[in-house]
C-alpha cells in the first residue's frame, strides 16, 4: 500500500518506521527542516519538507494514488484539514487523524474522518482496564458495529446478586457472553444462570446503554 | 444582530468596532488576552479568552444564538476547524471564515462554508491599481 504519513514528530516518525518494516511505501511529510533531515538519516529518503496542508506539495507526492493518508501532527486543525483536503480533493480512500484534544472527536466524526484516533481516550481506557475497582471497564470498542465489550462487577450489595440472568432487565441491544467468578471456573451463562457477588461479567452492549447496564447489575 | 468574531488582530479588532459603532452585539474571542487592546476605549461589547475550537468556550461565548459567527485569526486551519465547528455542531445562520491560501479556500468554500480569501482580494485589487483592469 502507499501509506501518507503527515508530521514526522515522535508519532510520525515510529508510525513511519513501523509501516516500511511491513513492507508498504511510505512518504512522511514534515514543516521542519532539521527534523526531515534527522528522519531521512534514519529511515532513508522517505521524509520531505512540506506542509501537508498545502494541495501543491500533496500533488507533488502523488496523494492521488495514495491508498491511506495519515495525519499525525500535534494540533488537531491541521490533522482535521489535511485529511479533509486528502479526501475531498484527492479522493483518498481512508484517512486516519490523531485527535489530541478529546472533545474533537465529535467534529472530526461529523465531517467524515474514516479512522480518528482519541489517543487521550485510548490511554484512559488502558487505565481503566488496571483499576480493579472501576464499576465498569472498556475492553474493546467496535465502532463500526456500535458496539463495546465491557466488564461489569457485581458488588455485594447489588440487586442482581442471587437473580438469574432471565430476571435481570438488561437493556436492549445487550448480551451477556461470559461470567468469571472467585468459586467458579469461567463459564458461558444460560438465562437460567444465578448472579454471585464479586462475579465479573462480560458483556457486549450499545454505548449508549452503558449507563443502563451498570445500573441493572449493579444497582441496589 | 448578535456577531461572535474569532481573533482580535488588527482586522479583527477594527470590524468589532465598526459593528460596535453600527449598533451591533460584538463578542470578541481571543487566546491572547493582551490582543484585546486593540480595542478602542470606548468598545461596547464583550471580550473573552478562548479559543474558537474549543466548543466549551463557543458555548461561554454565546455562539448558541448569534447571527454571525467570524473565524479571523491568523492560521487558516483553525480558522476552518472553528467555522466547521460553528456549523455543524452549533447550526449557526451564517459562519464566515478567511482563508489566506486561495486553494484551500475553494475547497472548503465547495465544502459549504462561506470563505473569503484576502490574498486574493488583495492581489486583484493591486493589479486593478496598476493596469487599470481586475479580475483576469
Same mark, same amino acid.
Given at each position: 500500500?502507499?501509506?501518507?504519513?503527515?508530521?514526522?514528530?515522535?508519532?510520525?516518525?515510529?508510525?513511519?518506521?513501523?509501516? %516500511?518494516?511491513?513492507?508498504?511505501?511510505?512518504?512522511?511529510?514534515?514543516?521542519?527542516?532539521?527534523?526531515?533531515?534527522?528522519?531521512?538519516?534514519?529511515?532513508?529518503?522517505?521524509?520531505?519538507?512540506?506542509?501537508?496542508?498545502?494541495?501543491?506539495? #500533496?500533488?507533488?507526492?502523488?496523494?492521488? @494514488?495514495?491508498?491511506?493518508?495519515?495525519?499525525?501532527?500535534?494540533?488537531?486543525?491541521?490533522?482535521?484539514?489535511?485529511?479533509?483536503?486528502?479526501?475531498?480533493?484527492?479522493?483518498?480512500?481512508?484517512?486516519?487523524?490523531?485527535?489530541?484534544?478529546?472533545?474533537?472527536?465529535?467534529?472530526? $466524526? %461529523?465531517?467524515?474522518?474514516?479512522?480518528?484516533?482519541?489517543?487521550? &481516550?485510548?490511554?484512559?481506557?488502558?487505565?481503566?482496564?488496571?483499576? *480493579?475497582?472501576?464499576?465498569?471497564?472498556? #475492553?474493546?470498542?467496535?465502532?463500526?458495529?456500535?458496539?463495546?465489550?465491557?466488564?461489569? @462487577?457485581?458488588?455485594?450489595?447489588?440487586?442482581?446478586?442471587?437473580?438469574?440472568?432471565?430476571?435481570?432487565?438488561?437493556?436492549?441491544?445487550?448480551?451477556?457472553? #461470559?461470567?468469571?467468578?472467585?468459586?467458579?471456573?469461567?463459564?458461558?451463562?444460560?438465562?437460567?444462570?444465578?448472579?454471585?457477588?464479586?462475579?465479573?461479567?462480560?458483556?457486549?452492549?450499545? *454505548?449508549?446503554?452503558?449507563?443502563? #447496564?451498570?445500573?441493572?447489575?449493579?444497582?441496589? | &444582530?448578535?456577531?461572535?468574531?474569532?481573533?482580535?488582530?488588527?482586522? /479583527?479588532?477594527?470590524?468589532?468596532?465598526?459593528?460596535?459603532?453600527?449598533?451591533?452585539?460584538?463578542? &470578541?474571542?481571543?487566546?491572547?488576552?493582551?490582543?484585546?487592546? @486593540?480595542?478602542?476605549?470606548?468598545? /461596547?461589547?464583550?471580550?473573552?479568552?478562548?479559543?474558537?475550537?474549543?466548543?466549551?468556550?463557543?458555548? $461561554?461565548?454565546?455562539?448558541?444564538?448569534?447571527?454571525?459567527?467570524?473565524?479571523?485569526?491568523?492560521?487558516?486551519?483553525?480558522?476552518?476547524?472553528?467555522?466547521?465547528?460553528?456549523?455543524?455542531?452549533?447550526?449557526? $445562520?451564517?459562519?464566515?471564515? @478567511?482563508?489566506?491560501? *486561495?486553494?484551500? $479556500?475553494?475547497?472548503?468554500?465547495? %465544502?459549504?462554508?462561506?470563505?473569503?480569501?484576502?490574498?486574493?482580494?488583495?492581489?486583484?485589487?493591486?493589479?486593478?491599481?496598476?493596469?487599470?483592469?481586475?479580475?483576469?
Amino acid at each position: 500500500m502507499y501509506i501518507i504519513v503527515i508530521g514526522g514528530g515522535k508519532v510520525g516518525f515510529s508510525l513511519t518506521k513501523a509501516l %516500511l518494516d511491513e513492507g508498504h511505501e511510505v512518504v512522511v511529510l514534515e514543516k521542519d527542516q532539521a527534523r526531515t533531515d534527522f528522519i531521512s538519516g534514519e529511515l532513508g529518503s522517505v521524509a520531505i519538507r512540506g506542509d501537508g496542508c498545502e494541495l501543491n506539495t #500533496l500533488s507533488e507526492v502523488g496523494t492521488g @494514488r495514495a491508498d491511506m493518508f495519515v495525519a499525525v501532527t500535534g494540533d488537531d486543525e491541521d490533522n482535521l484539514v489535511s485529511c479533509q483536503i486528502a479526501k475531498h480533493r484527492f479522493n483518498v480512500p481512508v484517512t486516519v487523524a490523531r485527535i489530541n484534544d478529546p472533545n474533537n472527536e465529535t467534529i472530526f $466524526k %461529523l465531517l467524515g474522518i474514516d479512522v480518528p484516533i482519541n489517543s487521550t &481516550m485510548e490511554i484512559l481506557e488502558h487505565i481503566e482496564q488496571r483499576v *480493579p475497582t472501576h464499576p465498569l471497564t472498556h #475492553l474493546l470498542t467496535l465502532k463500526e458495529e456500535g458496539v463495546e465489550i465491557v466488564e461489569v @462487577r457485581i458488588p455485594p450489595t447489588a440487586s442482581a446478586v442471587g437473580k438469574a440472568i432471565k430476571d435481570i432487565a438488561l437493556p436492549e441491544g445487550t448480551t451477556i457472553g #461470559l461470567i468469571i467468578g472467585k468459586k467458579h471456573k469461567p463459564y458461558l451463562p444460560t438465562p437460567n444462570s444465578v448472579l454471585e457477588a464479586d462475579d465479573q461479567v462480560i458483556a457486549a452492549t450499545p *454505548p449508549e446503554r452503558e449507563a443502563a #447496564l451498570r445500573t441493572a447489575l449493579r444497582g441496589k | &444582530m448578535k456577531i461572535l468574531i474569532m481573533g482580535c488582530g488588527r482586522v /479583527g479588532a477594527k470590524l468589532a468596532e465598526l459593528l460596535d459603532k453600527a449598533g451591533h452585539k460584538v463578542t &470578541m474571542l481571543d487566546t491572547d488576552e493582551y490582543s484585546f487592546r @486593540r480595542l478602542p476605549g470606548d468598545f /461596547g461589547g464583550t471580550a473573552l479568552v478562548g479559543s474558537g475550537t474549543d466548543q466549551e468556550a463557543l458555548k $461561554k461565548a454565546g455562539i448558541g444564538d448569534v447571527d454571525v459567527f467570524l473565524t479571523l485569526t491568523q492560521g487558516d486551519n483553525r480558522n476552518i476547524m472553528a467555522a466547521q465547528i460553528a456549523r455543524h455542531i452549533f447550526n449557526v $445562520k451564517r459562519v464566515i471564515c @478567511r482563508i489566506y491560501d *486561495p486553494r484551500r $479556500k475553494e475547497l472548503f468554500g465547495e %465544502l459549504g462554508i462561506e470563505t473569503i480569501s484576502p490574498t486574493t482580494i488583495f492581489a486583484h485589487m493591486l493589479k486593478e491599481k496598476i493596469t487599470g483592469t481586475g479580475q483576469g
